[in-house]
């Protein structure tokens, strides 16, 4: 595939691509995937269970005989066809996992920190916030992580990302804001006894409520 069409079939470059819509869309997918397969199998296995069921006490069986070839179609063929799919879907799931590593190039940095049990969110332009992640709408943002000490996992739930964060190791994962409004942080890997409570909130406003926002916690910092 040569670049041309590769960005024909993902958007042009520079334009962000709907994760959670991908996630979404995978997830239903395999769903409907599952269900047509489980519902087969439970089918052909009711009819073979009565077909060739005993009818009464020391009957010896009398199945059709299949030839080896017809054996060995009979196993590799729906095998086959099962696999395909699985593999179909592992392809899916990467091509979507690179969108998932790939940060856009205007995404606005932040870091944070977990710890027992809260989040510490450190800006570019110096401020620092605890519990509450403000960004712009209509940019992507960048999450930058580490721990203080435990395994934590920042989950956002709304965006369909989640990420662990590990003492001495950056992490990071993004998401993209699109319209004001607020989504649940939650930590998503057991981290001791306040885990359940250790939540957080993404706060979205518009591009000029945040840098009012950016420059008041500036003043404040500096006082
Ligand atoms: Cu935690």
Partial sequence: MNEAFAYAERG???????????WDHLFGEM???????????TVITVYLLIRYRRREQGQEGN??????????????????????????????GWTLFNEYRRVPENAYEVKVEGSMWSWHFIYPEGVESFGELRVPAGT???????????VH??????????????????????????????????????CGLMHSG?????KVVSQDE????????????NT
């Avoid at 059709?64 to 179909?88: C, N, Q, S």
């Fill in 153 to 190: 996992s920042f989950f956002i739930p709304d965006f369909r990302v989640k990420q662990d964060m590990m003492p001495g190791r950056m992490t990071y994962l993004w998401f993209y804001p699109k319209a004001p409004g607020e989504h649940l942080i939650t930590c998503a890997e057991y």
């Fill in 210 to 221: 945040f840098n009012n926002w950016i420059e008041t916690e500036k003043k404040n910092n």
């Fill in 198 to 202: 250790m939540k957080g909130m993404i």
């Fill in 12 to 22: 042009a470059p520079g334009q962000i691509p709907d994760v959670p819509g991908g």
């Fill in 63 to 92: 199945p059709p005989r299949l030839t080896t070839a017809a054996a060995i179609g009979w196993a590799i063929i729906p095998a086959f066809i099962f696999m395909a799919d699985d593999f179909y879907l592992a392809a899916e």
């Fill in 31 to 41: 769903l409907i995937d599952i269900t047509i397969i489980g519902i087969l199998f």
């Fill in 140 to 150: 992507p943002v960048v999450v930058r992580m580490t721990s203080k000490d435990v």
